[in-house]
């Protein structure tokens, strides 16, 4: 059920996310996304966690599963589109409400830069693939029960 609710939230601010939709072809989709901004002096955010994400590539609407977790006192994961094999989320970084991610693919580094919400629980941004292409990409954290250790009481 919870899942549905994302995948609806995911449809529903792809579809519905502002009033430029109406000029746009209807081919298109447009994502737009307001994370807020972080408050000052607070701990980064845990990322750990499954993320449900909507990226839209060339236009045509691609969700999938995205995992973080720390491996050392980094963060690593993976991410696994519903219509192609799952890649390696090697590189995640955090610079206050920035955050920046490295997928490794077979024909090279995919990018994403974005935002993350003052809650830790909503990332918006760009994914970059090898070629120069860009694309709108949003992920909502899947709520959970389970805490990890925060990023910075983990040993280097």
Known sequence: MKMKCVMMLAIIAAFFAGEAIAEQPASSVAMNCDVGSAAAGAEAPNLHGHWDF???????PSFGLMSIGFVGADY?????PTRT??????????????????????????????????KGDLMCGTVT??????????????????????QSQRAR
């Open 54 to 60: 909507l990226m839209v590539p060339r236009g045509i």
């Open 76 to 80: 690593g994961g993976s991410l696994a």
């Open 85 to 118: 094999a799952p890649v390696v989320l090697r590189n995640v970084t955090l610079n206050g409400n920035r955050i920046h991610m490295i997928v490794a693919s077979r024909e090279g580094d995919v990018l994403f830069d974005g935002k993350l919400s003052a």
């Open 129 to 150: 693939y090898h070629g120069g292409e860009t694309f709108p990409m949003v992920a909502h954290r899947r709520p959970s029960t389970y805490q990890s250790q925060p």
